[in-house]
């Protein structure tokens, strides 16, 4: 699954799998994202930190909050993109990922780039 949102300038691309090899159904599921963060804007941003909300099929929420995204603040330049790959461990086959990212323009004007809703899902999972 994948999504997109953009705000002010800043477009977030996720795709997601399901990683099979490192899960051990039915106690825990493992998936990973991709996010590619773009500024199609026209000012300089830096990424200062990131709130994802993880819901599992169950409705259980989780919230993780933390400075940057793996280890990393990036400044993007208009046109320029940040791209990694992180991890989510959940206890059932299905559940959503969405959040925000806390960025900062040269000016010092902060303001959170949404990170649309997007799918973890075993391939067989009932949606």
């Not at 977030?12 to 490192?22: A, K, L, N, T, W």
């Not at 791209?83 to 303001?111: I, K, N, R, W």
Request: glycine share 8%; hydrophobic share 35%; proline share 7%.
């Amino acid at each position: 699954m994948k999504s997109e949102a953009t705000t002010r300038g800043v477009r977030v691309h996720v795709r997601s799998r399901y990683v099979p090899d490192h899960s051990t159904p039915p106690e825990r599921w493992i998936f990973t994202y991709t996010v590619e963060i773009t500024n199609t804007g026209e000012e300089t941003v830096q990424l200062l930190s990131r709130h994802w909300v993880i819901t599992d099929a169950h409705g259980h929420v989780e919230e993780v909050r933390g400075p940057g995204v793996v280890g990393a603040q990036p400044v993007l330049a208009p046109g320029e993109s940040f791209e990694y790959t992180s991890f989510c461990p959940l206890p059932t086959a299905f559940g959503t990922m969405h959040g925000t990212y806390q960025m900062v323009t040269d000016d010092g004007d902060t303001f959170e780039a949404e990170v649309a809703a997007f799918h973890l899902s075993t391939p067989y999972a009932v949606n």
